[in-house]
């Protein structure tokens, strides 16, 4: 019986190793989010490749631009680019306020009311976006902001 068990237990946890890898086999390019808290990239896909950056803010945005087994080549809004460990993103779409300081309205209109004012570099989790706006979170606060302005989602893309 405690041999069974030991089985059980070793085939939960790897469907658990596995599980965010198998979260994450769309076609790059595509945009997703650094998870953890402290997110090393290195010059290659596999741990004996020398670490090149430490990201210490989870949240932000990097946009997936190859795949290597569990690993992801990433490209970060400033263009740096490097390999991460599939665990260490995340499917959560974010993006980073690039430009001037902006406003976030309170519809997807130039012409609605500004609900907030965001900076250069504000990360936000993008709720959605349609026709050229998307509606975000910073931390509570939402509102809209010209897609133009967001680095983290494509151009055209629609996002429900």
């Known amino acids: 019986m405690k041999r069974k068990r030991g089985w059980i237990a070793a085939a939960v946890a790897l469907a ?3 599980t965010p890898a198998v979260g994450q086999q769309r076609k790059p390019p595509y945009y997703a989010s650094i998870a953890a808290s402290e997110a090393r990239m290195r010059t290659g896909p ?5 670490v090149s950056w430490v990201y210490v803010r989870a949240d932000l945005p990097i946009r997936v631009i190859d795949i290597y087994r569990d690993w992801r080549k990433v490209e970060s809004v400033d263009g740096t680019s490097g390999w ?4 260490l993103l995340s499917d959560r ?3 980073i306020v690039q430009g001037g300081i902006t406003e976030l ?3 997807a209109s130039a012409d609605g009311r500004v609900a907030w004012r965001v900076a250069p570099g504000v990360v936000g989790r993008v ?6 706006w998307c509606r975000i979170d ?14 983290g989602v494509a151009p055209d893309e629609d996002i429900n």
């Open 93 to 95: 779409r974010t993006g």
């Open 138 to 151: 910073v931390k509570g606060r939402g509102g809209y902001i010209e897609q133009a302005r967001l680095w």
């Open 16 to 18: 658990v190793i596995v």
């Open 46 to 50: 596999g741990r004996n490749y020398p």
């Open 127 to 132: 709720i959605g976006c349609t026709r050229g």
């Open 105 to 107: 309205r309170e519809s």
């Open 84 to 87: 991460m460990q599939v665990g």
